[in-house]
T-cell receptor, first 115, second 115 residues
Framework: DTGVSQNPRHKITKRGQNVTFRCDPI?????LYWYRQTLGQGPEFLTY????????KSRLLSDRFSAERPKGSFSTLEIQRTEQGDSAMYLC?????????????FGSGTQLSVL | AQSVAQPEDQVNVAEGNPLTVKCTYS??????LFWYVQYPNRGLQFLLK??????LVKGSYGFEAEFNKSQTSFHLKKPSALVSDSALYFC?????????????FGTGTRLLVSP
C-alpha cells in the first residue's frame, strides 16, 4: 500500500490558463473521488469514478472542469480558463468496493493558486 | 440534502483529560457517518465510521464515537487526550438512501491538547 499520490503538490498559474492535476490511487481500489477544500472549510465533493465510469458529478463542477479516469487507473482533473475563485486544495481519494468501500484514503492534495 | 454541523471551531483540552468533539447531521434517509483527521501537511485520515449496528463505534488511536439517532449527533470522544491528538477533525455524512457516493463534510474542529 503506497498510498494515494497526487501531482503536482503545488501549482501557481495565471488567470485564464489551463491546469491539469494527476491522481494515482491505491492500485487495487476501483473507486476514485475528487474533492476541493478551501481555507477554513471542509472538503467539498466534485466527482466520483467507479473504474473508468464517471458516475457522479457535483453541480460545483462547472463546464470549465473535466475529469477522466482512462482504463480505471490514474485520474486527471483539468481546469480550463482558471479563475481566482478556483484557488483551493484539490484532494483525490480512493476506496475499495464492497464492505470496505466507505473508508476513503486521501492523497496530500494539489494546492492551486490562481494569480 | 444532507448536511453536517460542527459547532465548535476549536476545542482545548489538557493532556490526560477526556475530549469530546461535537457533530450533528441532517439526512433524509439513514446516515452513514464518519470522522476524519487532518494533520498539518498530510492528507485526511480515516478514524472511524458508523454504518449500522452498535451505536458506540471504536476507531483508530483510541477514539470512539456515539451515534444518537434521536439527537442526530455523532460526537467524537477519547477518554484520555494526548498532545499528539492535536489536529483538525472533520465529521462527514452520506445519505445511504440517496444512492450517491458523495460525502458531505463539516467545516472542521481544531483540537488543541496542551501538555
Amino acid at each position: 500500500d503506497t498510498g494515494v499520490s497526487q501531482n503536482p503538490r503545488h501549482k501557481i498559474t495565471k488567470r485564464g490558463q489551463n491546469v491539469t492535476f494527476r491522481c494515482d490511487p491505491i492500485s487495487e481500489h476501483n473507486r476514485l473521488y475528487w474533492y476541493r477544500q478551501t481555507l477554513g472549510q471542509g472538503p467539498e465533493f466534485l466527482t466520483y469514478f467507479q473504474n473508468e465510469a464517471q458516475l457522479e458529478k457535483s453541480r460545483l463542477l462547472s463546464d470549465r472542469f473535466s475529469a477522466e479516469r482512462p482504463k480505471g487507473s490514474f485520474s486527471t482533473l483539468e481546469i480550463q480558463r482558471t479563475e481566482q475563485g478556483d484557488s483551493a486544495m484539490y484532494l483525490c481519494a480512493s476506496s475499495l468496493g464492497g464492505s470496505d468501500n466507505e473508508k476513503l484514503f486521501f492523497g496530500s492534495g494539489t494546492q492551486l493558486s490562481v494569480l | 440534502a444532507q448536511s453536517v454541523a460542527q459547532p465548535e471551531d476549536q476545542v482545548n483540552v489538557a493532556e490526560g483529560n477526556p475530549l469530546t468533539v461535537k457533530c450533528t447531521y441532517s439526512v433524509s434517509g439513514n446516515p452513514y457517518l464518519f470522522w476524519y483527521v487532518q494533520y498539518p501537511n498530510r492528507g485526511l485520515q480515516f478514524l472511524l465510521k458508523y454504518i449500522t449496528g452498535d451505536n458506540l463505534v471504536k476507531g483508530s488511536y483510541g477514539f470512539e464515537a456515539e451515534f444518537n439517532k434521536s439527537q442526530t449527533s455523532f460526537h467524537l470522544k477519547k477518554p484520555s487526550a494526548l498532545v499528539s491528538d492535536s489536529a483538525l477533525y472533520f465529521c462527514a455524512v452520506r445519505d445511504a438512501a440517496a444512492g450517491f457516493q458523495k460525502l458531505v463534510f463539516g467545516t472542521g474542529t481544531r483540537l488543541l491538547v496542551s501538555p
